[in-house]
């Protein structure tokens, strides 16, 4: 079956920098869209990033354009998360998602409906 497994969080001061990692099995990683969604207490799930499974078509969204990149290791089934200037507002549960069906423009791709796929999440805490 399909496992995404999250992991790179941790608690740190603002300004700091982090990786997110996250491993794909059982699936065909080269052929699925990829993305990071995050969750606080009480909101919805909110797209952070995804990218196409060429790793040339990447997506941020607007508040974390500039300091967060997406990419993609076919070979190694794993997708990342770099995140820079982390600021407070950014703590959340960092969740991988992945989906096979091709999601044609960015407001599909952007959308949590659209994603089979999801891992249990990496906590990540940004201090003041």
């Known amino acids: 079956q399909v496992q995404l497994v999250e992991s790179g969080g941790g608690l740190l001061q603002a300004g700091g920098s982090l990786r997110l990692s996250c491993a794909a099995s059982?699936?065909?990683?080269?052929?699925?869209?990829m993305a990071w969604f995050r969750q606080t207490p009480g909101k919805e799930r909110e797209f952070v990033a995804a990218i196409r499974w060429t790793g040339h078509s990447t997506y941020h969204t607007d508040s974390v354009k500039d300091r967060f990149t997406i990419s993609r290791d076919n070979a190694k089934n794993t997708v990342y998360l770099q995140m820079n200037s982390l600021k407070p507002e950014d703590t959340a549960v960092y969740y991988c998602a992945a989906e096979k069906s091709f999601l044609l423009g960015e407001r599909p791709i952007r959308n949590k409906d659209n994603y089979n796929y999801w891992g249990q999440g990496t906590q990540v805490t940004v201090s003041s």
């Open positions: 059982g699936l065909t990683f080269s052929s699925y869209t």
